[in-house]
């Protein structure tokens, strides 16, 4: 009964940006690890960014500087902020929660960013 949403991907330029959302549901969002990954194709799926449920943020390098991941707890979303994306940026963005107690993840349906340059 976890579901995780993934929405706000597109076609953007390079240089652009976009703001992806992930709705959760079936859970208590407030207590839960967030994170996001991406794949891009012939690639295996990389972490870009976590933010653990007490606010503390980690980025991958690639990323780092260019995107914010933060949450809203009241509205059961993170939520991550892409500015100057790159073409190399365009993968498949899939939302991950993970509960501390149980050990258990669950994974969005993702979400698709194309960057063109």
């Known amino acids: 009964q976890v579901q995780l949403v993934e929405s706000g991907g597109g076609l953007v330029q390079a240089g652009g940006s976009l703001r992806l959302s992930c709705v959760a549901s079936?859970?208590?969002?407030?207590?839960?690890?967030m994170a996001w990954f991406r794949q891009a194709p012939g690639k295996q799926r990389e972490l870009v960014a976590t933010?653990?449920?007490?606010?503390?943020?980690n980025y991958a390098d690639s990323v780092k500087g260019r995107c914010t991941i933060s949450r809203d707890n009241a509205k059961n979303t993170v939520y991550l902020q892409m500015n100057s994306l790159k073409p190399e940026d365009t993968a498949v963005y899939y939302c991950?929660?993970?509960?501390?107690?149980?050990?258990?993840?669950?994974w969005g349906q993702g979400t698709q960013v194309t960057v063109s340059s």
């Open positions: 991950r929660q993970t509960s501390s107690s149980t050990g258990l993840s669950y």
């Open positions: 933010i653990t449920s007490g606010g503390t943020t």
């Open positions: 079936g859970s208590i969002f407030s207590n839960k690890h």
